[in-house]
């Protein structure tokens, strides 16, 4: 039998799940630059800042 907790749904706000699935390429961009020492552009760090400060927020409103 497969442990209870792979079986347990965890409902969250379809905000928090929407913008963590977009916000994919910004991870992948913090994960080249960590692991591949890539060098990002202005307008890169930007979109990275972006959507984690857009994660966080969303994450708090809808928290209340």
Same mark, same amino acid.
């Given at each position: 039998?497969?442990?209870?907790? +792979?079986?347990?749904?965890? /409902?969250?706000?379809?905000?928090? &799940?929407?913008? =963590?699935?977009?916000?994919?390429? *910004?991870?992948?961009?913090? +994960?080249?630059?960590?692991? /591949?020492?890539?060098?990002?552009? &202005?307008?890169? =760090?930007?979109?990275?800042?972006? *959507? ?13």
């Amino acid at each position: 039998k497969p442990p209870v907790d +792979l079986l347990r749904q965890h /409902n969250i706000p379809i905000a928090i &799940a929407t913008s =963590v699935s977009e916000a994919y390429i *910004a991870f992948a961009a913090i +994960l080249g630059v960590v692991f /591949n020492k890539e060098t990002l552009r &202005a307008h890169q =760090v930007f979109g990275i800042v972006l *959507a984690v400060v857009s994660v966080i927020l969303l994450s708090a409103i809808t928290a209340q």
